[in-house]
Nanobody, 114 residues
Framework: QVQLVESGGGLVQPGGSLRLSCAAS????????MGWYRQAPGKQRELVAT???????NYADSVKGRFTISRDNARNTMYLQMNSLKPEDTAVYYC????????WGQGTQVTVSS
């Protein structure tokens, strides 16, 4: 079974940066798509970015040019580099693995505020 643990969240000022990490356990990490999602209070969980097993990436329009998703298969770790953060980026950020049937991490809080 896959276990996912996020870290790196916290409080940051608008315009600042954070890097989130997702450490994964389980077999054949490199074979599966991974992604980051977020959920703000009162809103549905939404896609932030995905990365395929081959390294192809996709981003929500709201974060394009500011966020970068990456993965280090040797370390079983996925990252989300977040730059130029805005208050509207405030949410709980969740790591997701596409290994059947799909797995979620516990989430890490990101708060962007002056």
């Amino acid at each position: 079974q896959v276990q996912l643990v996020e870290s790196g969240g916290g409080l940051v000022q608008p315009g600042g940066s954070l890097r989130l990490s997702c450490a994964a356990s389980g077999s054949m990490f490199r074979a599966y798509a991974m992604g980051w999602y977020r959920q703000a209070p009162g809103k549905q969980r939404e896609l932030v970015a995905t990365i395929t097993s081959g390294g192809s990436t996709n981003y929500a329009d709201s974060v394009k040019g500011r966020f970068t998703i990456s993965r280090d298969n040797a370390r079983n770790t996925m990252y989300l580099q977040m730059n130029s953060l805005k208050p509207e980026d405030t949410a709980v950020y969740y790591c997701w693995s596409g290994r059947f049937p799909g797995y979620w991490g516990q989430g890490t809080q990101v708060t962007v505020s002056s």
